[in-house]
């Protein structure tokens, strides 16, 4: 039985991870949200976690007395009532009851990527102190994947993209693209943030960094192949030559109950990728980084290292906000994030501080280089 914190209970991965605790009957013992009143509202009658945190502006739930913000998020984290945390938040505030759960031994089921992309090396620190379990599908392929392989084994990992709405797209087609065809995701349906990073590419990007950290593989030795059919989510290719690979349904609720009843596994209610009556037809191809340039830039951070992966994906999230809003074009997001790296002053910051400061700094630079294109 596993006593459950939900960071981000009311986005895309939250609610899916509710479905998994609604039907694993595992006991809920805190949620947090960050604007969402009658998210939490419907979640707290449901549920009736004993701890209920909001991050933003959200009312609670009439009687119920919260905790607030990072430190809310973090006393839950170290609390003796809880197991495992699921972090689901968007954005990096995810890092916070990340490393405070580890530091206590617990597990963290990861979905936020942009906490692993940003502190990798603070994460990676003390992941063996606990459990760090990911959520995100193509990790989750990547860590079953990798079970009772030896590292010298392995050759590279190959992460699988499904291209995004304009994989086809040519690119003067792209350069004119809007937000709602940007949120026309082909295979997934997730929050608008990763909806448009899966566009850009810059999703597979930040995957990349994610992987590299989590298992401990070089840029050279972590590969992206295009598969619109997003049912494999990774393969390992081994020292052989023989190829290792990953296949389900699109559907993160598999990934995200992985995570909950690791090393075991449970029935759940997805009939596997191999329908009886049709032709299974799976595609790989090389991506194409002229009309998406995210994914080049993301290689560039992870090899200069330090705290370029942090500003890589601090500009990127204030670009696609932008974007969203309607203020930028669909290319100014990765020409701010381009030009924000080359202007990064905390190449050298190794410590935590540092690398928060490098984030903060390059989250407002792409603000004023949003405020001067639109
Ligand atoms: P959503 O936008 O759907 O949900 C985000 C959740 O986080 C909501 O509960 C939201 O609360 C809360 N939140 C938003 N902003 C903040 C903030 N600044 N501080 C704390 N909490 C906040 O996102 P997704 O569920 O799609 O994604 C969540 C994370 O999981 C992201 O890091 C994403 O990259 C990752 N991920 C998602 C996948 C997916 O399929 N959706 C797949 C793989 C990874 P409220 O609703 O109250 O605003
Ligand atoms: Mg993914």
């Known amino acids: 039985m596993r006593r459950i914190a939900l960071f981000g209970a009311s986005g895309s991965i939250g609610r899916q991870t509710l479905d998994v605790v609604r039907r694993l009957k595992y006991d809920l013992v805190a949620v947090s949200v960050h604007n969402n009143t009658e ?6 009658a449901e549920f009736r976690p004993k701890y209920v945190v909001i991050t933003g502006n959200a009312a609670p739930p009439a009687g119920v007395k919260p905790l607030y913000g990072r430190e809310g998020l973090v006393e839950v ?18 890092v916070f009851p990340t490393l405070a759960a580890l530091k206590r031994g617990k597990r963290v089921a990861l979905a936020n990527k942009e906490t692993l992309v940003a502190f990798g090396p603070f994460v990676r620190e003390v992941a063996d102190l606990g459990e760090l379990v990911p959520i995100d599908s193509e990790h989750s392929s990547a860590f079953q994947l990798l079970n009772g392989v030896k590292r010298e084994e392995v050759k590279k990992l190959i992460l699988t993209a499904s291209g995004g709405p304009f994989r086809t797209w040519p690119k003067e087609r792209i350069a004119k693209a809007r937000p709602e065809d940007a949120l026309r995701h082909p295979t997934w349906r997730m929050g608008a943030k990763i909806t448009v990073d899966s566009a850009t590419l810059m999703n597979k990007g930040l995957e990349v960094i994610e992987a590299h950290f989590l298992f401990d593989l070089s840029a050279d030795e972590i590969d992206v192949r295009i598969h619109p059919q997003s049912a494999i989510h990774a393969i390992l290719l081994l020292k052989d030559n023989s190829l290792k690979m990953h296949v389900s349904r699109p559907d993160m609720r598999i990934p995200i109950q992985y995570a909950l009843t690791y090393p075991g596994r449970e029935e759940i209610p997805i009939p596997p990728y191999l329908p009886p009556d049709e032709e299974v037809v799976l595609t790989l191809e090389m991506p194409d980084t002229e009309r998406f340039p995210a994914l080049a830039l993301a290689y560039r951070a992870l090899r200069l290292g330090g705290t370029y992966p942090a500003v890589l994906n601090a500009a990127n999230e204030v670009a696609v906000f932008a974007f969203l809003e309607g203020r930028i074009g669909f290319y100014d997001i990765t020409a701010i994030v381009e030009r924000v790296m080359e202007e990064n002053p905390f190449a050298h910051e190794r410590t935590f501080e540092g690398f928060l400061k490098a984030h903060e700094w390059a989250a407002r630079r792409a603000k004023e280089l949003v405020s001067s294109k639109s």
């Open 77 to 94: 984290a170290e609390s003796e009532d809880v197991d495992t945390v699921v972090v689901a938040t968007n954005g990096i505030i995810g």
């Open 39 to 44: 998210a939490l509202a419907s979640i707290y």
